[in-house]
């Protein structure tokens, strides 16, 4: 039976391709250090945690389309606290995850083979979203060396065609750690506003800005581009709720709302519990981003000094926020590092997972010797999960002189 | 800003698009029976509210994509309950809710345009992801006085053209409650074998047969027929999980299953909590099934005796099966009607809301005097409430005879 030529094109995701082999270490009773996927060990708030301790609704409905209005109001609230006070209910769509929220921009504003502009390397996911909903990713190259900061602005809009629907950028970024500055984003808006273009901004990782730097949202440009700008937002990373599947997409372009909500028709809901849990948002005390935040600039660190000792690693600038980084490691093909670290590399029967970065690429053949880290587990694992990494690139490196 | 052409057209909900009319009436204090969509009073079992009142996993991790492995085991111990031994774990992919395993399908086994053949009236929200996924569907009509059962085979193949890839059908129907006989499903079987086609089968309402009449499955015919045989399939009727969004597609097509794994990749991952709590399906005493089997039969038997007394009504022969009819209403407008009963229309301060049946149809202008009912309510309810209609009726004809 032929199946569809696009679900072809589906990539499988660089992130979790290699899982069987980490499932297979793990059932040989090898421990895994899990740097490939953004799934943080941070504890999510006991006030959410205590909802479910506290259950007594029965049964489990629907929710309405748009979102249980009482998390409606405590994303309204969200924004509101973090400055932006004229974001009101009809301006959120609930979505299952950030994920459905890029779905959902995609289909919304592109008709088939239309295309958005990307910077490479890019969440890898985007590239698979890009190809459910028929939709092109015109990628724009950015560069370890300048710490995947944007090119120049004419190499942004050389690559502006008819077909040309929307910017989408992640910020701060996954998979680089990039947090744009006012300049890029008063840049690309600027862009935008001269192509008459669409901006999708995903700001999952708002809240993970480190130095004392502060993080440049597109809600800051909301009111002066209203038909054009799109937030994709998750509470995923923010609140350690990766498997509560909730996100958010904000615009006050009312056209673009109603017809999202009607697509929020089709699929009936989000999930029910998890909105009643994340609903709690409100109550989560400000000194639990902070600790957040200050946790994380912390593994950012210890990830950088110790990557750092290991000869012909490769090292950016080191990120502005996020708990990402595209590291090159002294190997021709990552992936396949990647995959012996899980198959046959042990020490004291550990090992590491980690994301090799090719599938980060929008551009083909690009990030062959490049790894996405996530610095998800607490500092003693990163220094044990980069010790881990050098050695077993001293056995890689000696098994590729001989055998290979 | 110009949106894309196919956002304007993904047809808002016939079940859902009335909603901020009745959210308008609760706000006057009005009560609203809502008969207008399948989301059971029921219970759900003890045994998953138990889970989330003894959580204790702190933080809310990402699930596999292809869904948490103890889940997948109860997935795969619940068919062989139900008889289909030959089911394994690798057959199956969890999604979020039946919604996605209807998308995921479409995507996998259609390029755009392709065809697929649905029933007339169908589940509305089938048009919504035809729409989504770029399929056209192809609609053979069905009869109220037939009690909407398939008909004859030459009025199925002479729509099948190059295009077509698939008959997809819903299983105890919604929003008919039909319930597909041996022959039926056997002719197409046989179809689609002639053909090499596929049959997707939505089986939702798998549990709900009444008058100890037996459901015949797509499974029946799985293993004959591995490569074209797609189970879509939910948890939120069988234990009233509406708010759980989970459910999953079955198919020993492995081409397929490793495509639709992929597709699943790209959003990563189905609800952890929901997953954890449905996992303890294998727990449900088969006491559960059969009480509420019992229940709903009690209640359709209410609703069509009751709706038998109101003058005009056109009753189809009592559906066999799901929880839903389509009713014919002495009104021109179905939906103007619907729209009285939650606008203007109040009994004792109490109202009902029905779903217009004419987004139940692909085929256009169809539908437009019926109704599709929900019996979702206990017995007391749905005879208040099929009162209320009875009155309103009456009020709305003569507001039709004077002013309207």
């Known amino acids: 039976m032929r199946l569809s030529n696009r679900l072809s094109h589906v990539p499988a995701s660089p992130i979790r391709k290699l899982v069987p082999f980490a499932q297979a270490a793990k059932k040989e009773g090898v421990h895994v250090y899990h740097l490939n996927i953004g799934d943080p060990d941070i504890k999510t708030p006991e006030v959410m945690i205590d909802v479910l301790r506290k259950w007594d609704k029965n049964p489990i409905p629907y929710s309405p389309s748009q979102g249980e209005l009482i998390f409606l109001d405590a994303l309204k609230t969200y924004y509101h606290r973090v400055g932006y006070s004229f974001i009101e209910e ?67 809009e050389k690559k502006i065609t008819k077909k040309t629907r929307a910017i989408l950028i992640s910020n701060p970024n996954n998979p680089t750690g990039t947090a744009y500055t006012k300049k890029e984003m008063d840049m690309l808006v600027d862009i935008v506003k001269k192509y008459n273009l669409f901006i999708l901004s995903d700001e999952v990782y ?69 909105q009643m849990m994340a609903s709690k948002l409100t109550e989560v005390p400000s000194s639990y981003t902070k600790n957040v935040q200050i946790e994380y600039q912390k593994r950012r660190d210890v990830l950088f000094a110790q990557l750092s000792t290991i000869e012909g690693v490769i090292l950016p600038p080191k990120p502005e926020g996020a708990f990402y980084a595209i590291v090159g490691l002294p190997v021709a093909d990552a992936e396949d590092f990647c995959r012996f670290l899980l198959t046959e590399y042990r020490d004291n029967n550990e090992t590491v997972m980690l994301a090799p970065a090719s599938g980060f690429y929008a551009t083909p053949n690009c990030g062959r010797n490049e790894v996405r880290i996530a610095y998800v587990l607490n500092c003693e694992s990163i220094k044990r999960s980069v010790e881990i990494i050098k050695k077993a690139l ?11």
């Open 206 to 274: 708002r809240e993970f800005v480190y130095d004392g730097k502060s993080h440049v949202s597109l809600l800051l440009y909301m009111k002066d581009i209203p038909m054009q700008a799109i937030l994709l937002d998750s509470l995923s990373k923010r609140y350690s709720l990766c498997g509560a599947r909730l996100g958010c997409i904000v615009s006050l372009n009312e056209e673009l709302m109603s017809g999202v909500l009607r697509i929020a028709q089709g699929r009936l809901a989000s999930g029910y519990i998890d």
């Open 90 to 156: 009809k301006h959120i769509q609930v979505t299952t995850g950030g994920s459905e929220a890029i779905a959902m921009a995609f289909f919304s504003i592109c008709n088939p083979d239309d295309e958005v502009i990307v910077f490479d390397p890019l969440y890898a996911n985007y590239n698979s979203f890009a190809v459910r909903e028929g939709v092109t990713l015109v990628p724009v190259m950015t560069k370890l060396e300048t710490g995947f900061h944007l090119p120049k602005r004419q190499d942004i």
């Open 394 to 404: 001293e056995a890689y490196t000696k098994l590729c002189h001989s055998e290979r």
